[in-house]
Structure formats: C-alpha cells, structure tokens
C-alpha cells in the first residue's frame, strides 16, 4: 500500500466538530460498555484506571457455525517471524510448496514482448506486460460457457491490481529525475505500469502457468478510455478538460463530457460481482496531481472555493507524491486542470471476459480513498459492498443496490452498481435486545438526511440545505453529496476510524457444495463482515501536540491535522499496530441500517518494551501512569503465547471453509516497533475461537497483499508487492532481489533472468498448494 511515493503512517486527511464517540462513551454506564460477555482483568483494569482497551475488545465469540459444517480449523503449525536481517525469501509451512506465478514485465497478451532485465521497455511494452506492484486480486474460473460461475480449479482468469510504481526502479539506470529528467516517454511508462491485468492461468500436468498468448490477456493502464456512470456522470465537476493522450504528450482538445475519462489509479484492493465482474478500487490517487511553482486555480473559476476545499480534504498538494506528472503531462496539473481529480477515487467495474469492453466507474458507490468493496448478498436476494476508506479518522461505506440481484440472466445485473443507497457507519451507544451489546447504525447519505450542523433555529441542517450540496434539484444534490462523500460522512457525524482498509465477509463451509460464487445468508449463518484497521499514530493526540481534534463537520477539513480522542471502536492512542473490527447485520439482511459490533482482535507485539508517552494520558480515556501492556502487545490468541504476533493488518479474506486470512502491510525490515514481529506476514485465523497461526513470512522490505484461490481450495494465490521498497536507480538490488534471490525458475519452470548489474526486484502473484494435494490451510 504504502511506499516512497505513498503517504506514511504519520499521515492524516481528516479533521469535523462531530461529536466524539468518546461523548457517547461518557454518557454510558461502564457496566452497558461490553459487547455481551467481556471480562475485565483486574490487573489490566488496574493498570490504566478504568475502561481499557481489554474490556472493549470483542468479548462475543463469532457465532458458532451450524452443526455439521464440516469446518476443520487451522492444519498447520506457525512459521518462525523472519526477524533481522530478513531472509530475501518466502517461507510457508512444511508439508506446502510455493511458486512464482507471474512478476512485474511478464508478457500477458499476444505480441507482448519479453521482460527487458535492466528495465529499458518502453510504455508501450509496458501496456502489454504484467504491471508493477500487484495488489488485489480475485480468480475467476473459466466454465464451458465462457464466464466465471463455474468452479472450474485448473483454468481461470486472475485480475490483479497495479496500486503503483517504484521510479528508481521502474526507469533504469537514470532513475526518474537522471538523464533527461522528467519525461512524458517516463510518465507515460509509469502510467503502464499502474492499473489491473488479466491473465488468463492454467494448471498444466501439474505445473501453473500464465497463457501469455490468451484473447483474455488484457491491460488496463492510467490512459484506458473508460465510462463514467451513475448519479454523479455528466455533473460540471466532472466535466474536466479533455486531452488527446499520445505517447508524445497530451494535447487538449476541448471539455470533457462527464460521461467518459481516461484511467484508473492507485488501485489497491478489489472486489467482485456475483455476476462475474471484477472490481478495482482507487485508493491513494491524489498523490498523482500537483502543481508548478507560482501556479493556482483560476480565481475566474465559480467552482474555485468548492474546489480548494475538495483538493485540501482528499489530499492534493503541490508536489503529490513525488511522481512528477504534472510536470510532463497537463492532465495531472491540479492548478491548470482542477476538475480532473473529480474523475478518479471511484469503484471501477470491469468485466474480465469481455476483452472489447470499456471499464465503467460507479459513482453510486461513491468518491474517497476506496479499499476493497466485499459483496454480500442476502436471502432477498439483495446486494450490498462494504467498504473502507483507507486513510487515518476516516469512515466506513456501505452501498446497496436498488433492485434485487438476479442469478438466472446476468445481462439484468450489468448496471447494478448505478442506482441504490450509500451509507456511512456510526458506532453508538445503543443497547442490544435482551444482551448488552455495542450497536451500531448506517447513516444514509442523501439529501433529506439531517446533519449534525445546527440551522439556529432549534434543529439541524439536512445535507441539501449545506451550501457544499446544494442544487437545483434532488440529482444534483445527489451527485454532490457522492463526489463530496468525504464531506458528507462529515456532516452527518460518522465515526472516524484508525485507517479502514480491506473488508471480508465471513463464510460458511456447505460440505454438499462448498463453492457457491458468493455467499448467501439465512437466519442461521450471520451476516458478518470484518474489516481491518492499520494503524492510527493520530489518535489521542501525543508527541509534541498533546491536544486532540476531531473532523470538522462543514466539510472543510485540511489535510493532517485530526488527532481524534479515543472511542469504544478505536480504543488505542497511538495505534500503533492496529486492529480489526467485526459487525453483524440486524436481521441478517444487507438493508439493514443497524448492526452490533466488537473489536475481534487488537494487534500487537507480546514482549514489546514500548512504552506510551506521557503526552498521550490527556484528553483520553487513559488515566492512569503509561504503561506496555494494555497499549502494545494486544490480545492475539495463539500457541504458544507471542508465536503469531502480527501488526498492521491490512489484506483481509475468508475463503470459502470460513477461515479468515490476514495478510500485513509496514515497513517490513524487522527495525523499530517491528524488531520482535519482523518481516510482513500472511496469518490464519479461526472466527470461533480467535486462534491464529502465520502462515507465510515474505521477503526484505516488501508488503503481503492480495490474495484468492481456485474453487477447490486447492491452490492459492498471493501477492508480493514491492520486494526491496526504496532501493535507488543506482542499486536496485540494495534492500532486495527477489524473486531472483530464493527461485531460478517459475511455477511453469521457465527461468527467472538474473544477471548480475542488471536485475531488480520485482513484485509477483505466487501460487501456493498443499504438498499432499489436499486443501489450504486444512
């Protein structure tokens, strides 16, 4: 997720004067304070003076699955950490074999070139190779009819995200600022390497392999001609300037439609439709815009206070991310071209078996910092897809969908995604019916919902009547509220959360049929949905600003200034190593606007000698002297006690017998907070009892992320991205090799070149099975 280019952990887009949960928090006797049956430790109690995070965290087990469900836990023993210095390598568990299946600059498509090791391909190689920095991922399995409902395990398209490009690497020897400087054949390239790829993979005598030569085989790049859907399409904010994109430059040639753009960026994790469609999330894709020196928006602009405020709340400064666009290409100039960043920050759906086909962004689903979109369908036959917005204090999403989802022609289901409710969850005080229990409620954003803002006159403001929504009719009101979601969640007081990244919905292994495509709910089988929460070292003010601030609920936030108090949902100052939070649906079903929650585990390392600084005891739930313990090393359940602990959760998955994997996402080179837990790691969790186990330790200075199998649950695949993150363009080898470092060939047993002066890491899908041939992690 996170790189030279992409923000770091002390980074924060969101500040409203929203009440606090902690207000809530303060108004609620300490005995409703538990989600059922929590269990104070005295000791633990003691130590911090009152409510503690261990009294907060999830003290209801999951719901025990139905009798005969045939869910066997977690077969394997943990991996040892990989502690300093990191081995350059992949571990897994004895009794596994792990593969490379494809890494950066694989050809993909007919008349794709093959990879270049000193990295001299061009863009238009690039647009035709495997891209940089894979991400999210989902495997979709080729049946007789040519589309992914069948459980077809040794054929299928995989769709892999490109979150983004390392510079230093990606250009050669002169890096991005040497030689010629900043280029467009350089932006270009780096535009390539962004996106999503399809390939098509096959398991051939035993072997996977990529089909580089598959009519699948596609690229989707930052240049792709794309369509723009749904209640925002068309709007005058949309309407930005509209280029010829050449590999010579950008030329424009008038004003775009609202109805149709160029790209997709940033993409990191995904989703997919029951009707077999891949979707792709635009997370950080305001580090891509900046300006020139002496440059603003046009004062002449109507839009130009609506749209300084836009570009301060979702990110955009002058030197974005150090990628250097603007500098090249007029597109990406935030000053000359400021509705431009209105086109990107959407869900984009692709459909992975029409090659011929234009990817739709849904403005339904709204506009933020997209991190996965995880599909429920209920027993109604209704559709919903959770999602997190990956930055610090901000909100977690819900859309669901108007009309019902229908399994029998997939042609009714092609624009699902246009018309339904987005919501934005609040974390409440609320009782339980007959149990003590946290509730929780989903807050529609549309025009007649009522803000927390008063009007003076004794009520509150509904979002239509706040000037940052207001238009002339109900649509345009709309479309503004889902092009301003960020400002809208503000508005109507959702509860800021310590970095939301990647939901999963929990699943229910059916011995009979035990891959259904999507998950369907009964009023047995809960419908529960877990997300992870990085990391927030905002949180409960501390450092050298002690004092704590929350978002400002007119919308006018700027960026990196929140340092929210802690709350029941975000119980840790200085969270350092995250958690992840888990909430069921009142009556099982996805329209539910209210839910119960808990924390289902807090993150952290055992034996840390961290201790939380004075500055964080003010203004806190904390009253007590700083301590390790109750802040630190959290409460993962393993055995032996310390043998899994992990931090910065990010990638989340269930696989299809209701295991729960968790993949990690921080600096990876085992120093500072990370010295007892290591290198990043893929762990294994039972939802029963909370037991986890690490599965897989990855290589130096790289991020675990993406994840998915064959119906079968035979064979899985994981994402590597970023092996050897900030090496230079004069030493790309510096922190890492790999894959070159721990394989000489791939899983299809062609070599992996690796002269030396010339090679580099490369980020790469691994494909890992079960020596015995049986299922993964049984």
Same mark, same amino acid.
């Given at each position: 997720?996170?790189?030279?280019?992409?923000?770091?952990?002390?980074? @924060?887009?969101?500040? /409203?004067?929203?009440?606090?949960?902690?207000?809530?928090?303060?108004?609620?006797?300490?005995?409703?304070?538990?989600?059922?049956?929590?269990?104070?430790?005295?000791?633990?109690?003691?130590?911090?003076?009152?409510?503690?995070?261990?009294?907060?965290?999830?003290?209801?087990?999951?719901?025990?699955?139905?009798?005969?469900?045939?869910?066997?836990?977690?077969?394997?023993?943990?991996?040892?950490?990989?502690?300093?210095?990191?081995?350059?390598?992949?571990?897994?568990?004895?009794?596994?074999?792990?593969?490379?299946?494809?890494?950066?600059?694989?050809?993909?498509?007919?008349?794709?070139?093959?990879?270049?090791?000193?990295?001299?391909?061009?863009?238009?190689?690039?647009?035709?190779?495997?891209?940089?920095?894979?991400?999210?991922?989902?495997?979709?399995?080729?049946? /007789?009819?040519?589309?992914?409902?069948?459980?077809?395990?040794?054929?299928?398209?995989?769709?892999?995200?490109?979150?983004?490009?390392?510079?230093?690497?990606?250009?050669?020897?002169?890096?991005?600022?040497?030689?010629?400087?900043?280029?467009?054949?350089?932006?270009?390239?780096?535009?390539?390497?962004?996106?999503?790829?399809?390939?098509?993979?096959?398991?051939?005598?035993?072997?996977?392999?990529?089909?580089?030569?598959?009519?699948?085989?596609?690229?989707?790049?930052?240049? #792709?001609?794309?369509?723009?859907?749904?209640?925002?399409?068309?709007?005058?904010?949309?309407?930005?300037?509209?280029?010829?994109?050449?590999?010579?430059?950008?030329?424009?040639?008038?004003?775009?439609?609202?109805?149709?753009?160029?790209? @997709?960026?940033?993409?990191?994790?995904?989703?997919?439709?029951?009707?077999?469609?891949?979707?792709?999330?635009?997370?950080?894709?305001?580090?891509?815009?900046?300006?020139?020196?002496?440059?603003?928006?046009?004062?002449?602009?109507?839009?130009?206070?609506?749209?300084?405020?836009?570009?301060?709340?979702?990110?955009?400064?002058?030197?974005?991310?150090?990628?250097?666009?603007?500098?090249?290409?007029?597109?990406?100039?935030?000053?000359?071209?400021?509705?431009?960043?209105?086109?990107?920050?959407?869900?984009?759906?692709?459909?992975?078996?029409?090659?011929?086909?234009?990817?739709?962004?849904?403005?339904?689903?709204?506009?933020?910092?997209?991190?996965?979109?995880?599909?429920?369908?209920?027993?109604?036959?209704?559709?919903?897809?959770?999602?997190?917005?990956?930055?610090?204090?901000?909100?977690?999403?819900?859309?669901?969908?108007?009309?019902? %989802?229908?399994?029998?022609?997939?042609?009714?289901?092609?624009?699902?995604?246009?018309?339904?409710?987005?919501?934005?969850?609040?974390?409440?005080?609320?009782?339980?019916?007959?149990?003590?229990?946290?509730?929780?409620?989903?807050?529609?954003?549309?025009?007649?919902?009522?803000?927390?803002?008063?009007?003076?006159?004794?009520?509150?403001?509904?979002?239509?009547?706040?000037?940052?929504?207001?238009?002339?009719?109900?649509?345009?009101?709309?479309?503004?509220? =889902?092009?301003?979601?960020?400002?809208?969640?503000?508005?109507?007081?959702?509860?800021?959360?310590?970095?939301?990244?990647?939901?999963?919905?929990?699943?229910?292994?059916?011995?009979? %049929?035990?891959?259904?495509?999507?998950?369907?709910?009964?009023?047995?089988?809960?419908?529960?949905?877990?997300?992870?929460?990085?990391?927030?070292?905002?949180?409960?003010?501390?450092?050298?600003?002690?004092?704590?601030?929350?978002?400002?609920?007119?919308?006018? #936030?700027?960026?990196?200034?929140?340092?929210?108090?802690?709350?029941?949902?975000?119980?840790?100052?200085?969270?350092?190593?995250?958690?992840?939070?888990?909430?069921?649906?009142?009556?099982?079903?996805?329209?539910?606007?209210?839910?119960?929650?808990?924390?289902?585990?807090?993150?952290?390392?055992?034996?840390?000698?961290?201790?939380?600084?004075?500055?964080?005891? /003010?203004?806190?739930?904390?009253?007590?002297?700083?301590?390790?313990?109750?802040?630190?090393?959290?409460?993962?359940?393993?055995?032996?006690?310390?043998?899994?602990?992990?931090?910065?959760?990010?990638?989340?998955?269930?696989?299809?017998?209701?295991? =729960?994997?968790?993949?990690?996402?921080?600096?990876?080179?085992?120093?500072?907070?990370?010295?007892?837990?290591?290198?990043?790691?893929?762990?294994?969790?039972?939802?029963?009892?909370?037991?986890?186990?690490?599965?897989?330790?990855?290589?130096?200075?790289?991020?675990?992320?993406?994840?998915?199998?064959?119906?079968?649950?035979?064979?899985?695949?994981?994402?590597?991205?970023?092996?050897?993150?900030? /090496?230079?363009?004069?030493?790309?080898?510096?922190?890492?090799?790999?894959?070159?470092?721990?394989?000489?060939?791939?899983?299809?047993?062609?070599? =992996?070149?690796?002269?030396?002066?010339?090679?580099?890491?490369?980020?790469?899908?691994?494909?890992?099975?079960?020596?015995?041939?049986?299922?993964?992690?049984?």
């Amino acid at each position: 997720m996170k790189g030279e280019r992409h923000p770091k952990n002390d980074v @924060t887009m969101n500040p /409203s004067g929203n009440e606090s949960i902690r207000d809530v928090i303060e108004r609620t006797d300490l005995g409703r304070r538990h989600f059922m049956q929590t269990t104070i430790s005295a000791s633990v109690l003691a130590a911090i003076g009152g409510v503690n995070m261990k009294s907060i965290i999830g003290a209801v087990e999951a719901a025990p699955l139905p009798a005969g469900n045939g869910f066997a836990g977690i077969g394997f023993e943990s991996v040892p950490p990989s502690l300093a210095p990191v081995a350059d390598k992949v571990t897994v568990p004895a009794g596994y074999t792990v593969e490379v299946l494809a890494s950066w600059g694989d050809p993909i498509m007919k008349r794709a070139p093959a990879w270049d090791e000193d990295a001299s391909q061009d863009a238009a190689a690039q647009e035709k190779q495997f891209g940089m920095h894979n991400d999210g991922m989902h495997y979709f399995p080729i049946s /007789s009819h040519g589309i992914g409902h069948g459980r077809n395990p040794v054929r299928g398209l995989l769709c892999v995200n490109h979150e983004y490009t390392h510079e230093e690497i990606l250009h050669g020897a002169e890096g991005l600022a040497g030689g010629a400087g900043v280029t467009i054949a350089k932006v270009r390239k780096s535009q390539a390497g962004h996106g999503i790829s399809v390939v098509e993979v096959r398991k051939n005598r035993g072997k996977w392999q990529v089909i580089g030569t598959s009519p699948f085989g596609r690229r989707i790049t930052g240049n #792709t001609r794309m369509k723009i859907s749904g209640p925002a399409a068309g709007h005058a904010l949309m309407q930005s300037k509209k280029f010829d994109i050449q590999p010579t430059g950008s030329v424009e040639v008038g004003i775009n439609d609202g109805y149709h753009c160029h790209g @997709t960026l940033n993409n990191c994790a995904n989703g997919y439709t029951p009707w077999g469609t891949y979707l792709t999330c635009e997370e950080n894709w305001n580090g891509y815009f900046g300006w020139n020196s002496g440059e603003s928006v046009d004062v002449a602009d109507p839009n130009r206070a609506a749209i300084l405020n836009d570009q301060a709340r979702y990110g955009i400064v002058a030197g974005g991310f150090g990628y250097r666009w603007h500098e090249a290409d007029p597109r990406f100039n935030a000053a000359t071209n400021p509705l431009e960043p209105y086109l990107f920050g959407w869900v984009v759906e692709i459909d992975p078996f029409d090659p011929e086909s234009k990817p739709v962004k849904r403005t339904a689903m709204g506009r933020f910092k997209h991190e996965s979109a995880q599909v429920a369908v209920d027993g109604n036959s209704r559709v919903a897809f959770y999602m997190g917005d990956d930055e610090r204090n901000e909100y977690i999403y819900k859309f669901v969908a108007a009309k019902r %989802f229908n399994r029998h022609k997939r042609a009714d289901n092609r624009n699902l995604l246009d018309k339904g409710t987005l919501y934005v969850a609040r974390f409440t005080d609320m009782p339980g019916a007959g149990a003590e229990t946290y509730r929780g409620e989903w807050i529609a954003l549309e025009p007649d919902t009522t803000s927390v803002i008063p009007n003076g006159a004794g009520g509150y403001y509904k979002l239509r009547e706040l000037p940052q929504f207001a238009g002339a009719d109900d649509a345009e009101v709309q479309a503004l509220i =889902l092009i301003k979601t960020r400002q809208a969640a503000d508005a109507v007081g959702a509860t800021m959360m310590d970095r939301p990244e990647w939901t999963a919905l929990r699943t229910y292994y059916d011995p009979e %049929f035990s891959f259904k495509g999507y998950s369907v709910y009964n009023d047995q089988r809960p419908l529960e949905i877990y997300c992870t929460l990085t990391n927030n070292n905002r949180r409960g003010g501390g450092g050298s600003t002690p004092a704590t601030s929350s978002n400002k609920a007119d919308g006018t #936030t700027t960026a990196a200034s929140a340092r929210p108090p802690v709350d029941m949902a975000n119980p840790r100052p200085d969270n350092d190593y995250g958690h992840i939070i888990r909430w069921r649906e009142d009556g099982n079903v996805v329209t539910a606007t209210g839910f119960e929650w808990d924390i289902f585990m807090l993150c952290g390392d055992s034996i840390t000698a961290k201790t939380l600084g004075a500055n964080y005891q /003010s203004g806190n739930l904390v009253n007590g002297a700083a301590g390790t313990g109750p802040y630190y090393e959290g409460d993962i359940v393993d055995a032996p006690a310390g043998s899994a602990d992990f931090g910065a959760p990010d990638g989340l998955w269930f696989d299809q017998f209701g295991r =729960l994997w968790i993949q990690t996402d921080q600096a990876g080179d085992a120093s500072g907070d990370w010295v007892n837990i290591g290198a990043n790691i893929m762990a294994c969790a039972d939802p029963n009892t909370k037991e986890v186990r690490r599965f897989l330790t990855g290589p130096r200075n790289c991020e675990v992320t993406g994840v998915t199998s064959t119906p079968d649950g035979k064979t899985l695949f994981v994402g590597v991205q970023h092996p050897g993150e900030d /090496s230079p363009a004069s030493n790309p080898t510096q922190y890492s090799n790999w894959p070159q470092s721990q394989f000489t060939v791939n899983s299809a047993g062609q070599p =992996l070149p690796n002269t030396p002066g010339l090679s580099r890491p490369r980020s790469s899908v691994l494909v890992i099975t079960k020596d015995d041939g049986g299922i993964i992690g049984s």
